[in-house]
Structures are given as C-alpha cells and as structure tokens.
C-alpha cells in the first residue's frame, strides 16, 4: 500500500514537473508572436481603459455579424491589464511575462482539483489518468500556446462545482469570479441550480429561496464590475456582450467542424436552445448529475454553436473527465450477452 502510494506520489510530481515544462518550452517561443492572438486584444482594450476610453463603446454602429476584435469579455480582464499598468508593467511583452505564471498556476490547480475528485472516490490512477489529459494533451497545449484565459475561467467553476452542495454561497461567488473572466459558463447556470440539493429540513418556499440565493450571488461580481460601463454606455456595453449570439460562423479548421446547412446560422442557434433546454428538462426530470448534464450542455453548444474555436474543446473536458469520475464500476462493464 505504502508503495503504491508513493509510486503515484511520483508520478504526480513527474505530471507537475512536465506541465511546468511544457508552460517553459512554449514560453521560449517570444511574446512577441502572439501579437495576433486574443490575449494582445485584451491587453490593448485595458490600455484603452487606462486612458480613459470606454472599450465597448465602438461597437455602437457597427456590423453585429463581423468581428472586428471588439471586447467581449467582462470587464475583470481589461481591470487587470489597467492594474498592472498602474504598476509600472506597460508593455504587452511584459504583460504576458506576469500573465505566463497566473496562467500556470491555473492549469496546474485544474488537474490538481480533478485529481481530488478521482481520489475521494477511491480511483486514484484513474484521476492520475485523467490529470494527464488535462495537462498534457493537445487541447490544453494549445490554450498554453496561445495564452488564453480559458484555465483561468474553467478553474473557479470546477471549485464551484466542488463546491456546490458543500458551500452553496461559496460555490455561486466562485461561479460569478468565471462569469468575470469569461461567460461561457452562464449556460451552466441552470444545472448548477438543478444540482443543488435542499436541506433536509427545507420546504419548497426555501428550497425556491435557495435557488434565487444561489442566482444572486452568481450574478452579482458580474453585474458590480460591469455597473461603470452600464451607466457610461449601455446599448454599447450589451451589444458587446450579446455579440456572441449574432456573429457570423466561424471557426479553426475543418478540425472544428463545418456549420448546419440544413438550418443556417440562425435556425442552428435555435436549435441549439432547444436542445440544451431539453438536456435541463431530462436533468429535472431524471436526477441526472449536475456534472454530467453540463457536459452534455456544453457538448450541444461545441456542436451547434455557429462560432467555434479551439479553445473551446478544454471546457468540454474539463468537465467531462469529472464527470467519468462519477461512473460506477456496474455502469461500465460489459453488457451480457
């Protein structure tokens, strides 16, 4: 037993060493080169901030199907470019410089917090496993490349989902802190709210009360850091936000698949809300695991969303391989002839 143990104790620290490696190799390659990347666009929006220009204010005319690199996000990313810059770190070289370690340290507590999970339910090589893909696989190596904040985002909504039946408020705040760097996880939202488990002496007026609880507190960083630019310029600031709903197809390659010729853009939107609203529906109605119907959620979004990129597939992931963590040994074996 005692050997076991430290042959996976090894193993784990071969994992994080080659992660830091892997983090240090892309590193070598030049900040310079990703000038052309997303991480460059938040950096320059944040300058725009530190000089006293509303960033979601030049979408006010603009085309809503054609990008042209508007901000997207929550304001929580341009704050901390605006932060640092006050800091005396100006320069987008030196940007990505204090953003490489953050970035890092992010992935690292993703395989650590995935590793827990596979752990506390007596599958400790199978969490090692599933750390390795995590870590090292191709989906991750890209979000490394690129220096995305996509582990950034994916961190605080996996330790909301940890979280969720433990620390309900915790859990909320947490998932409210992803919302903040990137909102992809709001279409979580309903099977979080699904997930939660009433207390024992609750009745349905609580267990309601729970659930807006739960709701506000998810939705209240967002809506305190976003107030500013609320107030500034509104229709901008929404139109920006809601850019993702109306923007063209796009994608990275035929890796990532084509668009629905059948329904176009639009008729593919609708069919993606429906289908995950279907996925919500079976949740309730099946007591499926909160786990498992987000993975699903996010598998219809990767296959009907009109714009899918690369980065993408590390949310799918991420919560699948915790979502396996959850299978019994009865549910995988083979069926009997």
């Not at 892997?22 to 080169?33: D, F, M, Q």
């Not at 993606?272 to 219809?300: D, E, H, R």
Request: hydrophobic share 50%.
């Amino acid at each position: 037993m005692k050997s076991q143990r430290a042959a996976l104790l090894s193993l784990g620290i071969a994992l994080v060493v080659a992660t830091i490696l892997v983090h240090h190799l892309w590193g070598l390659r030049g900040n310079e080169r990703l000038s052309t990347k997303d991480i460059f666009y938040v950096w320059e929006e944040g300058k725009r901030l530190v000089a006293g220009i509303n960033p979601y204010a030049r979408i006010i005319g603009e085309s809503l199907r054609d990008n042209n690199k508007y901000p997207t996000y929550l304001p929580l990313s341009y704050f901390f470019v605006a932060i640092l810059d006050r800091l005396g770190i100006k320069e987008f070289i030196d940007f990505v410089s204090v953003w490489r370690p953050i970035n890092l340290a992010c992935h690292l507590g993703i395989g650590v917090l995935t590793f827990s999970v596979y752990n506390r339910r007596g599958k400790p090589l199978s969490g090692l496993i599933a750390c390795s893909i995590l870590l090292l696989g191709r989906w991750s190596a890209y979000i490394v490349n690129v220096q995305h904040s996509e582990f950034a985002a994916i961190l605080p909504i996996l330790l909301a989902g940890h979280q969720l039946n433990r620390r309900p408020k915790l859990s909320a705040l947490l998932f409210g802190l992803s919302l903040c760097v990137k909102h992809v996880g709001i279409i979580l939202l309903p099977s979080f709210l699904l997930g939660l488990k009433p207390e024992r002496s609750s009745n349905r007026p609580s267990k309601r009360r729970n659930l807006w609880v739960y709701t506000g507190l998810a939705l209240a960083l967002p809506l305190v850091i976003s107030i500013p630019f609320l107030i500034n310029q509104p229709s901008g600031f929404l139109l920006n936000i809601f850019f993702s709903t109306t923007r063209g197809f796009g994608d990275h390659g035929s890796a990532t698949g084509t668009r629905m010729i059948l329904t176009g853009v639009d008729g593919t939107r609708i069919v993606m809300i429906a289908l995950i609203a279907m996925n919500w529906f079976a949740q309730a109605k099946g007591n499926i695991n909160f786990w498992f119907a987000s993975t699903i959620t996010l598998l219809i979004f990767l296959q009907f969303n009109a714009v899918i990129f690369a980065q993408y597939y590390i949310w799918l992931i991420s919560f699948l391989l915790i979502s396996f963590a959850f299978l019994s040994p009865r549910s995988i074996k083979q069926p009997t002839s």
